[in-house]
């Protein structure tokens, strides 16, 4: 049974920093990423990362401040989020894909999807 479980989420100033988690189980993936969903709104792709040479994709919004990272050994996943603006507050949801990164990265709907952990940042 696939699982993934994310951590990590919580309330930061603006400018502040967190680290999220994700630990997959169940087998291992080509990509992973993470996408985020505000209030109101549709839920965006924010990074993804591959899973042999572990290269990344990023949102524009997100490209200088938040980092994507994966521990293959530990079947781990990690976005560390600098410079949080009020903006990035969401849910945030781990996401994993059978595919080659250059193909999940045209989907919005991956295979596997965590049940989202919040991120509140203040003004």
Do not use: H
């Not at 990590?8 to 400018?15: D, P």
């Not at 630990?23 to 924010?46: D, I, L, N, Y």
């Amino acid at each position: 049974q696939v699982q993934l479980v994310e951590s990590g989420g919580g309330l930061v100033q603006g400018g502040g920093s967190l680290r999220l988690s994700c630990a997959a189980s169940g087998r291992t993936f080509s990509s992973m990423g993470w996408f985020r969903q505000a209030p109101g709104k549709e839920r965006e792709f924010v990074a993804a990362i591959s899973r042999g040479v572990g290269s990344t994709y990023y949102a524009d919004s997100v490209k200088g401040r938040f980092t994507i990272s994966r521990d293959n050994a530990k079947n781990t996943l990690y976005l560390q989020m600098n410079s949080l603006k009020p903006e990035d507050t969401a849910v945030y949801y781990c996401a994993a894909d059978r595919q080659f990164l250059s193909e999940a990265i045209t989907k919005s709907e991956w295979d596997y999807w965590g049940q989202g952990t919040q991120v509140t940042v203040s003004s």
